[in-house]
């Protein structure tokens, strides 16, 4: 390997000194980009956290809501059948009133 004279030394002392300043600068605009992406990715992380939390919530809030109109659906329902069961007894009444006539009627003839 040859010697370098003062000039050429210098040149390649600057060439060496441009070289890593481009690499200092590089590795700072990757890692500023890395910082931004993480910014991003955790901005974006909290959205979906924040309307994940929403949407459980909205569902609690409906299922809720189901609940209680099926309880008040099976409410309405029991009261419709105890008054379909009143009727039917008053049915059944006005029908032996009805028989008990006929049978009247049968024996008077």
């Known amino acids: 390997m040859s010697e370098l004279n003062g000039d050429e030394l210098k040149k390649l002392i600057e060439s060496n000194a441009r070289s890593i300043e481009a690499l200092s600068a590089s590795l700072a605009e990757s890692q500023r980009k890395s910082e931004q992406e993480m910014a991003e990715l955790r901005e974006t992380l909290a959205y979906v956290a924040r309307t994940q939390s929403n949407a459980i919530a909205n569902l609690n809030h409906t299922l809720a ?9 099976n409410a309405q329902t029991y009261r419709l059948i105890n008054k379909l069961e009143n009727r039917q007894g008053e049915i059944v009444e006005i029908m032996k009133l009805l028989v008990e006539k006929v049978g009247e009627s049968k024996s008077e003839e």
């Open 65 to 73: 809501d189901v609940v209680q109109q099926q309880g008040e659906t």
